[in-house]
């Protein structure tokens, strides 16, 4: 018969209030790191409006030059086919201009919607710079401003970059008069694509080069000497430059319908529009 066990009662222990009070008041270290300070905020949302606000204003005045230039960009190209007559000439130049149209009009919603959106991201960084200038020092505001400012104009070069690329490989397809991929047989897609690598490869040059030189540009002073944003990143430059375009000018006059434009294009003319042009003459 086995022997009965005595159980042990574990231990226990509990701090009373007064003890708790007195161990917390003991410690007398600054926990104000643990938050992020209403500047640092303020600074970081300013510059993610701000770089929304950048990629709003280049896209805008990028697809404004594709709609001056007559060209339509790869993105926004209707992805139809003719299935029938696709061997009558006649029949593939009236589908064309149907499906230009459609891609000129897109393109204008987009830049319509584009200017009001960018219209409210510039009251937003405006409000948003007014409390910054509040709560931060003026020296203190400044040097924040010129750092982001660098932060900025490094998201701005990457993005030219992208959309310069973009329209030059855009130029290429209408230089060749191949806009659409069934206007390709198998011979031009690999012609284009070589084409496609030696434009590559010259903006990358170019691009390397562009580098050098802002490098050696940028130690200028972008000191201010008054207490405000950089009013540069907030009004629209409506300027393509950066898509490098050269002395080329464009005329259009706009009508209602797709076939009433009367334009004066360059040599990377829309085709359905050069067969247009000649048939008047």
């Not at 042990?8 to 300070?37: C, D, H, M, W």
């Amino acid at each position: 018969m086995s022997q009965p066990t005595t159980q042990e009662i574990p231990l226990t222990f509990a701090y009373s209030e007064i003890e708790a009070n007195r161990i917390i008041q003991q410690n007398k270290g600054n926990s104000s790191f643990l938050q992020v300070s209403t500047d640092t905020t303020l600074l970081r949302e300013i510059e993610r409006e701000k770089r929304k606000w950048i990629g709003l204003d280049l896209h805008a005045i990028t697809l404004t030059e594709y709609y001056k230039v007559g060209r339509i960009p790869r993105g926004l190209r209707v992805n139809l086919r003719p299935t029938i007559f696709k061997e009558n000439k006649d029949f593939s130049q009236k589908y064309e201009r149907i499906i230009n149209k459609c891609s000129f009009d897109i393109i204008l919603l987009n830049i319509e919607f584009l200017q009001h959106e960018i219209l409210e991201s510039s009251k937003h960084i405006e409000a948003m710079s007014d409390k910054l200038r509040e709560c931060s020092p003026i020296e203190t505001y400044r040097a924040q401003l010129r750092q982001m400012e660098e932060n900025l104009d490094k998201h701005r070069r990457e993005i030219e970059e992208r959309k310069r690329s973009k329209f030059r490989r855009d130029e290429s397809d209408y230089s060749s008069g191949q806009v659409y991929s069934w206007q390709r047989t198998d011979t031009d897609r690999r012609g284009a694509y070589m084409q496609l690598r030696r434009i590559r490869r010259r903006h990358q040059q170019e691009t390397s080069d562009q580098r050098q030189r802002d490098h050696s540009e940028h130690g200028r002073d972008r000191s201010t000497d008054s207490v405000q944003t950089d009013t540069s990143a907030q009004e629209s430059s409506t300027s393509a430059s950066f898509l490098e375009l050269g002395n080329k000018k464009y005329t259009r006059r706009k009508g209602e319908e797709g076939d009433t434009t009367d334009a004066t294009w360059d040599k990377c003319r829309q085709p359905e529009r050069q067969t247009r042009t000649q048939k008047r003459h």
